[in-house]
């Protein structure tokens, strides 16, 4: 996290909800004159194998402090203030092995990019995420992909994710994508 970092979304382990390893509390902190004041918590899941992510679908979620890359959601504009990108049915991270690895793209025939748990959400930084092909450092082969923060899927509140987190309410989302403003340098933290 920098000095100048003045939002956090910060998820931490939690039996509030439910006392499975992968129930969570996801929760909004913002620092008003110096002091950090949680405004919001919300009830989220994360991979059923709890914490600590080490290879592609090992069932767990990132542990540490990261940036959001990139907002998205299903509407033909962005909801907020960040960094935005409009989820389309051909969209994916993919998780194939080779140059694409980790990358945002839009698949062709692909139907489910904007399924109801992805419609809105953001991708989390975690091993060098691309938004384009061959952009940026490579990620690190089989250390896992497209970690972002999603909602649930309807009827299935309580459900682990593959390794994201996912909040349980899809206003809980709609509220933190609003929320969250370029200039106070957000940052994810993961279990800390």
């Known amino acids: 996290m920098t000095a100048r ?4 979304i910060r998820t931490v382990s939690s039996d509030r909800w439910c006392a499975r390893i992968y129930c969570t509390a996801t929760q909004a902190w913002e620092r008003r004159r110096g002091t950090w004041v949680m405004v919001r ?8 194998r709890g914490w600590g992510k080490r290879r592609q679908d090992d069932g767990r979620t990132p542990v540490g402090v990261y940036r959001i890359k990139v907002t998205f959601s299903t509407t033909p504009g962005n909801p907020g203030r960040m960094p935005w990108r409009r989820r389309l049915p051909t969209s994916t991270v993919t998780d194939e092995v080779g140059p694409l690895y980790n990358t945002w793209i839009e698949e062709p025939g692909r139907t489910d990019g904007d399924r109801p748990s992805m419609r809105w959400g953001f991708v989390v930084d975690y091993n060098r995420v691309r938004l384009r092909p061959g952009v940026g450092p490579a990620p690190v082969p089989d250390a ?3 970690i972002f923060y999603h909602t649930s899927r309807p009827r299935h509140r309580w459900e682990p994710s593959e390794g994201c987190t996912r909040l ?7 509220w933190l994508l609003k929320w969250l403003r370029p200039e106070a340098r957000p940052r ?3 279990n800390l």
Do not use: A, K, L
């Open 5 to 8: 970092t003045r939002q956090v």
């Open 188 to 190: 994810v933290v993961q």
């Open 41 to 48: 918590e919300f009830g989220s899941t994360i991979g059923p």
């Open 144 to 146: 896992g992909s497209g």
């Open 168 to 174: 349980e309410d899809p206003s809980d989302m709609r």
